[in-house]
Structure formats: structure tokens, C-alpha cells
């Protein structure tokens, strides 16, 4: 298995970025797939999750109304619209694939590469 993650970029505050995870292989409709993010000198924090087989979605506080996670069980790729952004979600985006509906990381454990999120202010 292995997870693909781009879309990251520079982007003005109030602005939008659509981030893509792409999966090699079959992903099973009880996998949970999550985006967690990294800024520097802090630690990785949860972003949004969804089930594969359903629409079920969980969202971190921070980003609730602004993101948006979805996905593509044709394309076998899942996404994380990012609209109003702001300096504080500058970070290395990572996408992540699990068993269980958790904010966890250590619950994943599949991971893509990362993608540099910038948001200038």
C-alpha cells in the first residue's frame, strides 16, 4: 500500500488549496483514511477523517467549516478542500491510512509522503 499525497502550494491568507492522496491498491470500505498536519517545532495534529466505505466525517476544531475531506472510491483518492486559510495552517500535510475512527496517529499505519502547505499572511 502505498499513499501519494500533493496539491500543497503558497497561498494568500483567505484563500483555498485542494490537497490529493493518492492509494496504490485495494482500499476496503471499513478502511479510515485521515489527514494530519505538521508545522514546524510542533508536533503532527489531527486534521478531518473519513470512513472509505461511507460519507461519515470527523473534523479537527481548528479547521471545522473551513476543510472539507472527501473521496473518490473510482479514482481511489481522497482530498482535503481547504478554504479561508490562514497563517496557522501552514504546515506539511500528510495523508494516512488506517483500521480504526481515530484522531491517533499512531492508530495509522500507512503514510504518505507529506506535502508543504504555505499560507502567507
Known amino acids: 500500500v502505498q499513499l501519494q499525497a500533493s496539491g500543497g502550494g503558497l497561498v494568500q491568507a483567505g484563500g483555498s488549496l485542494r490537497l490529493s492522496c493518492a492509494a496504490s491498491g485495494r482500499i476496503f470500505s471499513s478502511a479510515v483514511m485521515a489527514w494530519f498536519r505538521q508545522a514546524p517545532g510542533k508536533e503532527r495534529e489531527f486534521v478531518a477523517l473519513?470512513?472509505?466505505?461511507?460519507?461519515?466525517?470527523y473534523y479537527a476544531d481548528s479547521v471545522k467549516g473551513r476543510f472539507t475531506i472527501s473521496r473518490s472510491t473510482a479514482k481511489n483518492t481522497m482530498y482535503l478542500q481547504m478554504n479561508s486559510l490562514t497563517p496557522e495552517d501552514t504546515a506539511v500535510y500528510y495523508c494516512?491510512?488506517?483500521?480504526?475512527?481515530?484522531?491517533?496517529?499512531?492508530?495509522?499505519?500507512?503514510w504518505g509522503q507529506g506535502t508543504q502547505v504555505t499560507v502567507s499572511s
Open positions: 473519513i470512513r472509505w466505505g461511507d460519507p461519515r466525517t
Open positions: 494516512a491510512r488506517g483500521t480504526q475512527w481515530s484522531q491517533q496517529s499512531n492508530e495509522y499505519n500507512y
